[in-house]
């Protein structure tokens, strides 16, 4: 009974043999990983790229991807005998006469907003905790093209049921392709086969939807999981964890279930979604035709910043050489989204740059110990929430019976002071925070006690903090200064010496300089001595 059953024995000696799979698994089987909760978020993004992929299969089977001109004889009896693509005729019948389509049609729209929330919750953790610093740089210029893809295999799966609100959203993707200097225009008659809305333009978003981006975004997230699997896991500061460890718990068995229970989680999260929550009626929006608009119409939500930068800039065009340049297209549809995206794949480089802290980090910061990070983290946020949030102005207007006018001008200012405000009240909180952090070193915690003195005065006994807590506060770590040299007698290095060298001492000095160093001293209680004044215990 305690030997293996031969027939596994024998196939496993084989392959050991012959691929050293024995050790392989042996050491990858007992890889640590962090138990944090946070670590988890990047799972939620892998798990429905996975529902995405099964839902997804089923849809092809029955989902026609053409544009050619059908009369609907289907189930639904509002839209019996209207003309409409093939395209939207094939999704209503998925809808409603292919069993169990409508679901799955619901679960895959839900699991592409799933997927795509997921991965941007994953990028601000490990964001704010600085999770992207030396090794892990390259995976996270990874993470930032898996979530650009993401965003265009959104676009153009959103686009394939060829309903009036898709089509809505692809008059828009020709508009800004057409605001393009020069190569525009070419670059609207490639995409959809001549004038707009030709006859191609299904037919290749579905096989960019379907097989190509999809084939990167497998790719990309294999590469990213590996370098993730050969690299140290990052883990927050605590007791017993330092640079060199990982504490946690293997692979195989505890982390496997936990991942497998996680799975399970989200797929039922998504199938009730799928069964409760209705998501995209396309039978009520009716075929796309180029003459027809709907007031209220909304992007997903990971485009609804585009849709905010386009309403809210003001009309701006020009012609040079004769080529027009619609700047009030140009400029919204392709700058917010190159702030976002570059500031996100050079902000890595840009602290190291700073800070020149060229180290190797294993340990995670904790937000409040890098406000000006922290800081940085929420004015982005706050860019991206306005212009989210106005891509809706047509509807906040109406609920609040607010001008339309008035909306925009207010978004307007909110773009530009709202980031600022954002900016500053977040470093403002994570200083308040880590004054609190000093405190508890120094002052120990409240105990709930209330002790009476000699002379009639009440103090709460404070008692030392708990060994966890300590540790977990320890584990702030400051933020390298570059010296600079510049205290009147030493002669600052080469490197330094021009204007951009001492602009980045300055940035280095002002990012690094820390306001509030930790305090070691604990205590186990604080007596009053006389009035007012109090004695600690040790």
């Known amino acids: 009974m305690n030997a293996p059953p031969k027939a596994i024995a024998g196939t496993s000696t084989f392959l050991d043999e012959r691929l050293g799979a024995g050790s392989f698994l042996r050491r990858n089987l007992r890889k640590v990983f962090p138990d944090h909760w946070s670590f988890l ?21 029955w989902f026609k991807p053409g544009m050619g001109h059908t009369t609907y004889l289907g189930s639904y009896a509002p839209l019996y005998g209207v003309q409409m ?17 409508l679901l799955i049609r619901q679960m895959h729209h839900w699991a592409a907003l799933l997927f795509v929330a997921g991965m941007m919750v994953h990028m601000l953790r490990v964001f704010f905790t600085g999770a992207y610093r030396k090794p892990r740089e390259l995976n996270w210029l990874i993470g930032v093209l898996l979530l650009s893809l993401a965003l265009v295999e959104g676009l153009t799966g ?36 001549g004038e707009y809305p030709g006859h191609d ?27 993730m699997w050969v690299q140290k896991h990052t883990q927050m500061p605590g007791k017993g964890r330092t640079e060199s460890n990982v504490v946690g718990a293997p692979f195989y068995p505890t982390f496997m279930a936990k991942a497998g229970a996680f799975f399970l989680f989200t797929f039922g ?61 140009l400029i919204p549809a392709l700058v917010p989204l190159g702030i976002v995206m570059t500031g996100l794949a050079l902000y890595p480089f840009l602290e190291q740059w700073v800070t020149g802290d060229r180290r190797e980090h294993h340990l995670c910061d904790r937000p409040r110990n890098n406000p000006h990070r922290t800081a940085i983290g929420m004015a982005g946020i706050t860019f991206y929430g306005v212009l989210w949030l106005l891509g809706a102005n047509d509807e906040i207007s109406s609920t609040f019976h607010i001008s339309l006018y008035t909306t925009t001008i207010l978004g307007r200012i909110a773009i530009f002071a709202g980031p600022a405000i954002a900016y500053f009240v977040a470093y403002r909180i994570c200083i308040g925070l880590q004054r609190k952090d000093a405190e ?79 305090h070691e001293e604990e205590v186990e209680e604080h007596v009053a001595v006389g009035a007012g004044e109090r004695k600690q215990l040790h």
């Open 41 to 61: 978020l990047g799972e939620i993004a892998l798990y429905s790229f996975i529902i995405l992929l099964l839902t997804g299969t089923f849809l092809t089977f």
């Open 85 to 101: 693509s093939e395209a939207y005729a094939s999704t209503l019948h998925i809808t409603f006469d292919v069993r169990g389509g």
């Open 158 to 193: 959103y686009s394939l049921p060829d309903d009036l609100l898709s089509g809505a959203g692809l008059r828009i993707t020709q508009g800004v392709a057409l605001s393009i200097p020069i190569v525009g225009t070419y670059i609207s008659f490639f995409l959809f086969g």
């Open 201 to 227: 333009v299904i037919s290749r978003f579905y096989s960019l939807h379907i097989l190509l981006i999809p084939g990167i975004l497998l790719a990309l997230i294999s590469a990213h999981m590996i370098l």
């Open 269 to 329: 999260v998504i199938a009730l979604l799928g069964t409760f929550a209705q998501i995209n009626p396309v039978w009520l929006y009716g075929p796309y035709t180029p003459a027809d608009i709907s007031a209220g119409s909304q992007p997903d939500f990971y485009m609804g910043f585009l849709e905010g930068s386009l309403r809210l800039m003001p009309a701006w065009e020009f012609n040079v050489f004769g080529y027009t340049f619609a700047m009030s297209v």
């Open 440 to 518: 508890v070193l120094s002052h120990g915690v409240e105990s709930g006690v209330i002790k009476r003195m000699p002379n009639g005065e009440y103090i709460e006994v404070h008692t030392p903090p708990a060994e966890d807590i300590a540790a977990h506060i320890r584990g702030k770590k400051e933020i390298p200064i570059i010296d600079g040299g510049v205290d009147g007698e030493e002669v600052p290095p080469k490197g330094l010496r021009s204007g951009v060298g001492r602009l980045r001492v300055k940035m280095s000095k002002a990012y690094g300089t820390d306001h509030v160093p930790l």
